[in-house]
């Protein structure tokens, strides 16, 4: 059963979020199962290839669908908005212990989680002393991602002036949390010689001629001079909370997204399906008709080739028969001539007879 159909017409969208109670008090007493046989499954989306899911995967869909799928009418956003009240509020007891919620109070935040860090990750490094011959290699880019190179830097960028000696670098990470994980190497390979930001607090008046390094946080990014200026052009402050969250927000983003794909492709293979059902029915009854006729003809052939036998013979015998009485008359006429010359030969004996008899009588035969 689906809420968008039936004798309810479409809703717009300012509309969804009052018409969403509605299927959730259908969801909540029953008139739409969602737990069948031990699985979860959408009531909305009734004939899709996939019908079981997970508590997080329904939830998932549920929440993409509601939340802005542009090839789902208003209606259905608003009832899978309700689906996904339902799965958070009364199938909680569903979800996989690590998605639960917590009715405890939540973790304190570890001073890592809360600092500021700027991101996409960076690193700072000060107190560039080069002489004179060492200068103008210290000064390329290249030189840094060379020395820095099993941290894998996407960029350098040098600072040095000959009025602000010594110079300073920005060294770039990639924005993922590998990029994390080796700035904080980075970080921590400083702080184990002694040359991290501490120690760089705690020596600046007499630095000697030892780099030092450290991760950009929040007072390198409110600082004044080109670096700030850099960094607060090509990074912003985040919490690794934030990082995460936003993280966590784009991959939910992407599956969603994932999922209304997966949706609109599976309407689609129904849709193809269909039409090559279709089809397949279509062309099944053009074969039938074909034989059908193929049988017709050869029966009419056969019936043609059988008159034309029939007709044959019959001319056939017609023609036998004609000949048959043609030579009966033929030997008919031929005994009638018999006869005939036989009738003259007696009839000129009987003249010749009757005309010996005349002279015998003495009279002169008249004709």
């Known amino acids: 059963m689906d809420y968008s159909s039936g004798d309810d017409s479409d809703i717009s969208e300012s509309e969804i979020n009052e018409y969403k109670e509605k299927p959730y008090e259908d969801l909540r007493d029953g008139t739409y199962k969602v737990k069948v046989s031990g699985n979860l499954r959408c009531p909305f989306c009734a004939g899709k290839k996939k019908q079981d899911y997970k508590y997080k995967d329904l939830l998932q869909h549920a929440s993409g669908v509601g939340k802005g799928s542009a090839n789902r009418s ?3 956003k ?5 689906l996904a009240k339902y799965l958070e509020i009364d199938l909680a007891n569903e ?3 690590n998605l639960r919620p917590s009715l405890s109070q939540p973790p304190v935040k570890t001073p890592k989680e809360v600092e500021l860090y700027v991101w996409p990750w960076m690193g700072i490094i000060v107190n560039i002393v080069a002489d004179t011959k060492e200068k103008m290699v210290m ?4 030189y840094w991602l060379e020395k820095f190179s099993r941290y894998q830097p996407s960029d350098v960028q040098i600072f040095w002036s000959e009025q602000d000696l010594p110079g300073q670098a920005i060294v770039k990470f990639n924005s993922d949390w590998k990029g994390y994980l080796i700035a904080t190497e980075f970080d921590r390979a400083f702080e184990v010689e002694n040359h991290g930001k501490k120690h760089w607090s705690a020596q600046e008046a007499n630095p000697g001629s030892d780099v030092y390094g450290w991760s950009a946080r929040a007072d390198d990014y409110q600082s004044e001079g080109p670096m700030g200026e850099y960094l607060r052009k090509e990074g912003k402050l985040k919490t690794i909370a934030e990082i995460q969250q936003e993280g966590n927000e784009d991959r939910n983003s992407v599956v969603e997204e994932l999922a209304n794909t997966i949706d609109l492709t599976n309407q689609n293979l129904d849709e193809w399906k269909y039409k090559y059902n279709e089809k397949t029915m279509t062309l099944s009854r053009m074969v039938e008709e074909k034989d059908k006729l193929h049988l017709a003809f050869l029966e009419e052939t056969r019936k043609v080739q059988r008159h034309a036998r029939d007709s044959v013979r019959r ?9 048959y009485e043609l030579e009966a008359k033929k030997r008919k006429l031929d005994s009638w001539s018999k006869e005939l010359n036989k009738r003259e030969v007696l009839t ?8 010996e008899e005349k002279k015998m009588a003495g009279t002169e035969p008249d004709f």
């Open 78 to 82: 608003a009832n899978h908005l309700a």
């Open 74 to 76: 208003a209606k259905q």
């Open 348 to 355: 000129e004996r009987e003249r010749q007879k009757l005309d």
């Open 315 to 323: 001319v056939l015998d017609e023609q036998e028969k004609l000949n």
């Open 95 to 97: 979800a996989e212990p």
């Open 139 to 142: 000064l390329e880019k290249e």
